[in-house]
């Protein structure tokens, strides 16, 4: 079946130091692929998306490509803030099927 | 646009007791789902409504889980008798459309608690 495996946390990180979360998706054919983001206290937001291969979706600074041959959607951001802290969340969509990796837990310090 | 409402925020119970959880969708949101989440995992899929048709509850435990959404708006979900491992959020989301990309919008959880 669908699955998403993703980079195990925490991860700690001085602020204005480049972010990346790996992810790797198992799927048939083409899934949507996501990133959510939750911040303490809150629900799971939606951060951005891509929906087919080579599609690159960007949303407050953060990035992820769609990697068909790597099956990939890893995040990246240039310069992290410590409002950026919050469990990311990789996810991945197929007809009826949505699927969530496990959560990695990012802490920002001044 | 309100947000997925639901309530309440927090409950702790005994183990063999029942409780209750209550969602309420965006509006006009047809696709509705509850979600489990563990602390330190992903969300699971319980159970997921199309208005107020069950399109897959797979993964619900139907001796002791229920849900409803009578009228296809909001929807209930219940857990009689509670198990100490049902401790976890339970995450209430819906869809505008019951399609791949369609983006999920989240509730701010229940975080139940049994002791």
């Known amino acids: 079946g669908n699955s998403v495996t993703q980079m195990e946390g925490p991860v700690t990180l001085s602020e204005e130091a480049f972010l990346t979360i790996n992810c790797t998706y198992t799927?048939?054919?083409?899934?949507?692929l996501f990133w959510y983001v939750q911040y303490p206290g809150e629900g799971l937001q939606l951060l951005l998306k891509?929906?087919?291969?080579?599609d690159k979706g960007s949303n407050k600074g953060f990035e992820a490509t769609y990697r068909k041959e790597t099956t990939s959607f890893h995040l990246e951001k240039g310069s992290v803030q410590v409002s950026d802290s919050a469990v990311y969340f990789c996810?991945?969509?197929?007809?009826?099927?949505?699927?969530f990796g496990a959560g990695t837990r990012l802490t920002v310090k001044p | 646009e309100a947000g997925v409402a639901q309530s309440p925020r927090y409950k702790i119970i005994e183990k063999r007791q029942s409780v209750a959880f209550w969602c309420n969708p965006i509006?006009?949101?047809?696709?509705l789902y509850w979600y489990q989440q563990i602390l330190g995992q992903g969300p699971k899929l319980l159970i997921q409504?199309?208005?107020?048709?069950?399109?897959?509850d797979s993964q619900l435990p139907k001796d002791r889980f229920s849900a409803e959404r009578l009228k296809g708006v909001d929807s209930t979900l219940k857990i009689q008798p509670a198990k100490l491992e049902d401790s976890a959020v339970y995450l209430c989301?819906?869809?505008?459309?019951?399609?791949?990309?369609?983006?999920?919008?989240f509730g701010n959880g229940t975080r139940l608690t049994v002791t």
């Open positions: 509006s006009g949101h047809a696709t």
């Open positions: 799927a048939t054919g083409y899934p949507s």
């Open positions: 996810a991945l969509s197929q007809g009826n099927d949505m699927r």
């Open positions: 409504f199309q208005n107020n048709g069950v399109v897959d």
């Open positions: 891509a929906t087919k291969a080579d």
């Open positions: 989301a819906s869809s505008l459309l019951n399609q791949g990309n369609s983006p999920l919008h």
